[in-house]
């Protein structure tokens, strides 16, 4: 699901993490990983996710993409405190307008942002009921505030480059994960499993990915499909971040089993920088009482493609924002 412009690449798609402390870039051509490059981004460039400083974050990118050799279309990431996923349950709506309007009616109640501020976006999730009740749809609505879309995108426009897309960095992170096994966790949507009442087979609990970077990210997923997301306001190099973190993950599971349709959290994996702290991982484990692991840096993607000594963990969600389809 892109926020608001859905253009893909047939080949040679570039995806762009502008991460909190640095900047990382993967490129896809034919389905598989061709190039990766990273670098630092200077201090004070973002905060907390959101643009800061505009004209350093711009100087930063044209310095990269130049030093890189980057095509002029990247597809974005974004994730902050100004990004908004909510379930929405409502009748089955087969008209795109009369599902628009009425996803727009339910949506200006569930989310505490003016609609008219914001980028919106929806994916239905499944259907569910049927008979005399009446079949029911399951919708994912997407709000991110405008105002901070529109820096992130006149950043790249100073640079130089163009957004082909705008994704959910929680989206790109399910979308390059949730088909692998991190190991010793059981695989998530496995053929046995199946969502209930006539949802399409599908897995039998959520798992919940958790991605430590420059911005720590949390999605909950159902098999590919993210059913929810937040930034979190702990780093994984905070003090006390085991606890800290764990506060807050069972803060968004509670949340997300408020809404309709939720299923139980079997596992997490955890991605991003702060994965490769086993004691942290450790630490959640014990903490949230679940299986944790951290997850296999690109997925099954080959990772021939990473230079030897780079951190492969740099390039998780530019991986998944350049695969580019839709979550």
Same mark, same amino acid.
């Given at each position: #699901?892109?926020?608001?412009? $859905?253009?893909?690449?047939?080949?040679?798609?570039?995806?762009?993490?502008?991460?909190?402390?640095?900047?990382?870039? @993967?490129? #896809?051509?034919?389905?598989?990983?061709?190039?990766?490059?990273?670098?630092?981004?200077?201090?004070?460039?973002?905060?907390?996710?959101?643009?800061?400083?505009?004209? &350093?974050?711009?100087? &930063?990118?044209?310095?990269?993409? !130049?030093?890189?050799?980057?095509?002029?279309?990247?597809? +974005?990431?974004?994730?902050?405190?100004?990004?908004?996923? $909510?379930?929405?349950?409502? %009748?089955?709506?087969?008209?795109?307008?009369? $599902?628009?309007?009425?996803?727009?009616?339910?949506?200006?109640?569930?989310?505490?942002?003016?609609?008219?501020?914001?980028?919106?976006?929806?994916?239905?999730?499944? /259907?569910?009921?049927?008979?005399?009740?009446?079949?029911?749809?399951?919708?994912?609505?997407?709000?991110?505030?405008?105002?901070?879309?529109?820096?992130?995108?006149? !950043? !790249?426009?100073? &640079?130089?480059?163009?957004?082909?897309?705008?994704?959910?960095?929680?989206? @790109?992170?399910?979308?390059?994960?949730?088909?692998?096994?991190?190991?010793?966790?059981?695989?998530?949507?496995?053929?046995?499993?199946?969502?209930?009442?006539?949802?399409?087979?599908?897995?039998?609990?959520?798992?919940?990915?958790?991605?430590?970077?420059?911005?720590?990210?949390?999605?909950?997923? +159902?098999?590919?499909?993210?059913?929810?997301?937040?930034?979190?306001?702990?780093?994984?190099?905070?003090?006390?971040?085991?606890?800290?973190?764990?506060?807050?993950?069972?803060?968004?599971?509670? /949340?997300? #089993?408020?809404?309709?349709?939720?299923?139980?959290?079997?596992?997490?994996?955890?991605?991003?920088?702060? &994965?490769?702290?086993?004691?942290?991982?450790?630490?959640?484990?014990?903490?949230?009482?679940?299986? =944790?692991?951290?997850?296999? %840096?690109?997925?099954?993607?080959?990772?021939?493609? =990473? %230079?030897?000594?780079?951190? $492969?963990?740099?390039?998780?969600? !530019?991986?998944?924002?350049?695969?580019?389809?839709?979550?």
């Amino acid at each position: #699901m892109a926020l608001s412009l $859905r253009k893909n690449s047939d080949g040679g798609t570039v995806g762009l993490d502008i991460d909190g402390r640095f900047v990382a870039a @993967a490129r #896809m051509h034919g389905g598989r990983l061709a190039s990766v490059a990273s670098a630092e981004l200077p201090a004070g460039a973002l905060a907390d996710g959101e643009v800061a400083d505009r004209a &350093a974050l711009a100087a &930063a990118l044209k310095e990269f993409a !130049a030093a890189n050799k980057l095509p002029r279309r990247v597809r +974005l990431g974004v994730s902050n405190q100004q990004i908004v996923v $909510r379930v929405l349950d409502l %009748p089955r709506i087969d008209d795109p307008s009369e $599902r628009d309007a009425a996803l727009r009616f339910q949506a200006a109640e569930a989310i505490a942002m003016p609609l008219d501020e914001a980028v919106l976006d929806h994916q239905i999730a499944g /259907y569910t009921g049927g008979g005399d009740s009446g079949e029911r749809m399951q919708v994912v609505v997407v709000a991110a505030r405008r105002s901070m879309i529109d820096e992130y995108l006149g !950043a !790249a426009s100073d &640079a130089g480059l163009k957004a082909d897309g705008i994704d959910l960095d929680a989206f @790109a992170l399910v979308r390059m994960l949730a088909t692998t096994d991190a190991s010793p966790l059981s695989a998530v949507g496995d053929e046995d499993g199946a969502v209930q009442d006539g949802l399409a087979a599908g897995p039998q609990t959520a798992r919940v990915f958790c991605h430590l970077g420059g911005v720590s990210n949390l999605a909950i997923a +159902l098999g590919s499909s993210c059913f929810f997301t937040r930034a979190l306001a702990t780093h994984f190099d905070d003090e006390a971040a085991g606890s800290r973190l764990a506060d807050e993950i069972r803060m968004s599971i509670d /949340y997300y #089993m408020a809404q309709p349709g939720a299923l139980g959290v079997g596992d997490a994996v955890v991605s991003g920088e702060g &994965a490769r702290d086993e004691a942290l991982v450790g630490e959640l484990a014990t903490q949230l009482g679940l299986p =944790v692991a951290a997850a296999e %840096p690109l997925g099954t993607l080959d990772a021939t493609a =990473v %230079p030897a000594g780079e951190d $492969r963990y740099r390039y998780t969600v !530019a991986a998944g924002l350049a695969l580019g389809v839709a979550a």
